[in-house]
């Protein structure tokens, strides 16, 4: 049996996965999971194809169901996906809002594209942005809900580099703002360290393992301790690589948890 517990959006939202389920046939790709992510909470997931990550986001997103097990996430939930997904007929502003039924819409389109740095793009259409114009539509369009639990699936992974830096840089400002927990699924190690609080490594449905990323929030991959999380990460991931020498205390001390259920 399963059981979906959505929260009052009144009360505090954590998220809190027990003894999850999820197959298709005989495979399980969610097995027994249990996972917690605290109000305003940064998590990145990692893992490998097929490891079972882009299936939980979708569990937790209430886009596809769990076989057994217990889901609890909050009633103010928001996706964004590595494609916008934007409906190409209607304007950017009206993208924002779409399915929303709110009093002063178009003003609380304004607000959210002009957060995301798109004032100017109001009345633009989806074929007219490019592809970072398009992603930021798409986040308006989750903030727009104020949710309790945003989720991101790899949305910045067919950006060009200097996209991808200005949209990091953009998500932990609109984090710090609107305090959501948030959960990243990704294949960029750089990336979850850059942005998360914490590093979950997903593999064959289960925790594997978890690190705590224990460095200032002005963070570039040239601080002290990056390299050595980066290395202890890829190896999680089977990528053998050496830690730098000078690094490897920070490895030691980094809070590394394996997930007791897991």
Known sequence: MSSIDLLDASKPAPVQLRNVVRQFGQQRVIDALDLDIAPGEFVALLGASGSGK????????GLD?????????????AAVFQ?????????????????????DAK????????????????????ATLSGGEAQRVALA???????????????????????RIRMHRLIIELWRKHTPAVLLVTHDVDEAILLADRVIVLANGK?????????P?????????????????????????????????SVASNTVRRFAHG
């Open 54 to 61: 882009t299936t939980l986001l979708r569990s937790l997103a």
């Open 65 to 77: 169901s769990i076989d057994s097990g217990q889901l609890r996430v909050p009633k103010a939930r």
């Open 83 to 103: 494609e916008p997904r934007l409906m190409p007929w209607k304007r950017a502003w009206k993208n924002v809002i779409l399915g929303l039924r709110i009093p």
């Open 107 to 126: 003003a609380r389109a304004v607000q959210a594209l002009t957060e995301v740095g798109l004032a100017h793009r109001l009345e633009a259409y989806p």
């Open 141 to 163: 369009r989750g903030l727009v809900r104020e949710p309790e639990l945003l989720l991101l699936d790899e949305p910045f992974a067919a950006l060009d580099a200097l996209t």
């Open 207 to 215: 925790i594997a393992e978890q690190l705590s990323i224990d460095l």
């Open 217 to 249: 929030r002005a963070r570039d991959t040239g601080q002290p301790g990056f390299q050595a999380i980066r290395a202890r990460l890829l190896n999680l991931l089977g990528v053998e690589v050496e830690a730098p020498a000078v690094a490897q205390h």
